[in-house]
Antibody, heavy 122, light 112 residues
Framework: DVQLVESGGGLVQPGGSLRLSCATS????????MYWVRQAPGKGLEWVSR????????DYADPVKGRFTISRDNAENTVHVHLRSLRVEDTAVYFC???????????????WGQGNLVTVSS | DVVMTQTPLSLSVTPGQPASISCKSS???????????LYWFLQKPGQSPQLLIN???SRFSGVPDRFSGSGSGTDFTLKISRLEAEDVGVYYC?????????FGGGTKVAIK
């Protein structure tokens, strides 16, 4: 069974840091691009970052560029995102998402984690 | 950035009746490979989003055939032929062609 399990969220003060992790199982992790998508309370979905299977291509949404760093450990089947210089507007549920291995372009999100809440507040 | 505009914001539908959601993108989602990277997701209350439709009109594994997607270029539609109680939630379209990847604002579907 394919599973994505996020951890590491919680309450942090503005300007603080946090590392989210996503432990995966049930598939060949290194073959998949992995993504982070967030959802502010009561709001819609926002793409945050992505990383390719080898870990050498990383992309970020403008609101987090320079503050968030995505990484992966293919030996541990885990993807991380390090959140720095956190702002109140970063408060959201952060979802770990797998891109399907389709052999085509596009970014098909076929499996989502349960989400992990990050609250930035003083 | 590609702006994805969904309408309506909300929908209240009698069980067994059809529902339709529109999604318009500010740029074409047709790629040079001939594929159009427009997806539909449903987020049921208290759950993570789940994939419904891939590349405009292909139902994902396990998705009932009462769900159908159509459209091309910049205009897309998700239709539910006969709404069931389990279909309530927020529907999102998403473009998967241009970075940053962007979602529509969501359409909340409820039972009347």
């Amino acid at each position: 069974d394919v599973q994505l399990v996020e951890s590491g969220g919680g309450l942090v003060q503005p300007g603080g840091s946090l590392r989210l992790s996503c432990a995966t199982s049930g598939f060949t992790f290194s073959r998949h691009w992995m993504y982070w998508v967030r959802q502010a309370p009561g709001k819609g979905l926002e793409w945050v970052s992505r990383i390719n299977g080898a870990g050498n291509i990383r992309d970020y949404a403008d609101p987090v560029k320079g503050r968030f760093t995505i990484s992966r450990d293919n030996a541990e089947n885990t993807v991380h995102v390090h959140l720095r210089s956190l702002r109140v507007e970063d408060t959201a549920v952060y979802f770990c998402v797998r891109r399907a291995e389709t052999g085509t372009g596009g970014n098909l999100f076929d499996v989502w984690g349960q989400g992990n809440l990050v609250t930035v507040s003083s | 950035d590609v702006v994805m505009t969904q309408t309506p914001l909300s929908l209240s539908v009698t069980p067994g009746q059809p529902a339709s959601i529109s999604c318009k993108s500010s740029q074409s989602l047709l790629n040079s490979d001939g594929r159009t990277y427009l997806y539909w997701f449903l987020q049921k209350p208290g759950q993570s989003p789940q994939l419904l439709i891939n590349e405009v009109s292909s139902r994902f594994s396990g998705v009932p055939d009462r769900f159908s997607g159509s459209g091309s270029g910049t205009d897309f539609t998700l239709k539910i032929s006969r709404l069931e109680a389990e279909d309530v939630g927020v529907y999102y379209c998403m473009q998967g062609l241009h970075l940053p990847l962007t979602f529509g604002g969501g359409t909340k579907v409820a039972i009347k």
